[in-house]
């Protein structure tokens, strides 16, 4: 376990606290996941991830579905990885974290820092609170449709008419079919027809991620594209392929 001295260069005078308090929620969630994404020996290496080895986990991360996500963020594992020994309200913020070295540094450079490995030990800098706040939550694939509140939330989408069309052209008989045909129904009898405002549960958000994650090649998935692709943008299939 090492500790970094991370600065977070930020010249308000003032903090948001509501920032401040997503970072240091969402900071440690992203160490845990990386757990699980980086070999358990190399939890602790002094060291600065390879460019393919950044991709890699960036994608990895990026696999975590709401259903997992929202596990790590309840999870108490989180401070056997990540804890904060000290933090100083000066100009610039300083928080001192103590926990695993690559981990962390993997960490600051998803949040759109940097970090110095040196023989006098880890030393970091990230952008102000809302820039590293940005970098941090497109990589846990959390957007301004996808949030972390202590827990994935509900979002609601809105439609255009495009996309409002090919979720009605979803036949109500195929909702015995089970599957996803089931699910378009269940959305296509819940969208409000005045606004065509759609609200996803997080049980529904799951159900999007799965697909996407998994799409078939055909009719289903230009289906998905229509309705979802503009929400929920679907990953390069192609880095997918050169990265495994």
Known sequence: MHTVDI?????????????????????????LALSQLVPKPEHDSLRSPTKEEERAF????????????????KAQASQEILKINQMRRNSPLEITPCGCAFLITLGVIFSGGKITISRQGLK????????GLKSLREALG????????????????????????????QDDTSKNKGGFQHFLVGLKNRINKQTRE?????????RIHRYKSNPKKGGWQSRFKKIFGRHFPLEDSLLEQQLF
Request: hydrophobic share 40%.
């Open 124 to 131: 970091a800098e990230l952008p102000p609170l809302g820039k």
């Open 58 to 73: 960036r994608l990895g991360l990026r696999r975590f579905s709401p259903d997992d996500l929202d596990s790590l963020f």
């Open 7 to 31: 600065v977070i260069n930020d010249d308000s005078e003032t903090l948001n606290p509501n920032e401040l308090a997503e970072f240091l929620y969402l900071f440690p969630t992203a160490n």
């Open 198 to 206: 759609l609200e996803l549960s997080p049980a529904d958000l799951e």
């Open 142 to 169: 959390l957007n301004d449709k996808v949030k972390a509140g202590f827990g994935i939330q509900k979002v609601a989408i809105k439609l255009n008419d495009e996309e409002y069309r090919e979720l009605l052209k």
